[in-house]
């Protein structure tokens, strides 16, 4: 059976408690830090797509931030993060949804955000090239939409991964459940959850942006520039940093 939107609901239904530890315990990176508050304004008003159980949208929030709209496919999270709202008395919008499909007017943000790589867990190419019309279309022009993502050949840990992945797909012998190359279906500690993430490379995120269409604005690996804290690393490997526009 291929990896679907339900199986990404339940995988992350198991993950709520990771989520929490990451919200209360780490905050922003000082790499997200460095890119919000040099993109973004105070009175804007800003989309957190995949916001999981508020991480993000809090630490935006403490820095000044407050026309937030926090959304994630999982229910689960988004309770999480509702829970966490009312406990500080911070007034966000937290609520489900699908990235694919925003129920939002055009025009209706100043900004976007898509943290963690989420964007890479969305299951096939044609679906990740969607939900980025529907950002581009919830934005307002010139607006900027910042996301992370991995870079297959950046990490050099993972090279022979690579090329023994791709002699499997030429020969038909990758996991079934899959769809292009570059999927991953990563097992945890945790029996109940696998994680699923799409690991492109520079080419690839270019070629889905023009499709939006978005202009890339910067873009830098997050170790290129930022030492982050040992509580980040741990909660987070390293990754590429995108930020793009909205033109007409």
């Not at 905050?27 to 973004?40: G, H, I, N, Q």
């Not at 026309?67 to 009312?86: K, N, Y």
């Not at 890479?120 to 307002?140: D, G, W, Y």
């Amino acid at each position: 059976m291929k990896i679907d939107q339900n199986f990404i609901i339940r995988s992350f239904e198991h993950a709520v408690h990771n989520y929490r530890e990451a919200t209360h315990q780490v905050r922003l990176w000082e790499s997200e830090k460095y890119v919000f508050t040099k993109y973004f304004s105070k009175e804007d008003k800003i989309l957190d797509i995949g916001c999981g159980t508020g991480r993000t949208t809090f630490g935006l929030y403490e820095l000044g931030y407050k026309h937030l709209v926090g959304l994630d496919l999982s229910p689960h999270m988004t309770d999480e993060a509702l829970r966490i709202r009312d406990q500080f008395r911070m007034n966000i919008d937290f609520i489900q949804g699908d990235a694919t499909k925003l129920s939002y007017d055009d025009d209706s943000f100043d900004h976007a955000l898509f943290s963690f790589n989420g964007i890479m867990q969305i299951p096939k190419k044609e679906n990740r090239i969607q939900a980025l019309k529907e950002i581009n279309r919830v934005l307002k022009t010139d607006g900027h939409f910042i996301f992370t993502t991995h870079d297959r050949n950046a990490e050099d840990a993972f090279k022979e991964f690579w090329i023994e992945e791709k002699r499997r797909w030429e020969e038909g012998t990758q996991d079934q459940r899959l769809y292009e190359f570059g999927d991953r279906l990563i097992s945890t500690s945790e029996k109940e959850r696998d994680i699923y993430i799409h690991i492109p490379d520079t080419a690839e995120v270019i070629d889905t942006l023009q499709s939006a269409p978005f202009t890339i604005v910067e873009q830098f690996y997050r170790s290129d520039l930022f030492d982050e804290p040992e509580p980040v690393k741990r909660f987070s490997t390293d990754c590429m940093f995108w930020v793009v526009k909205k033109t007409e």
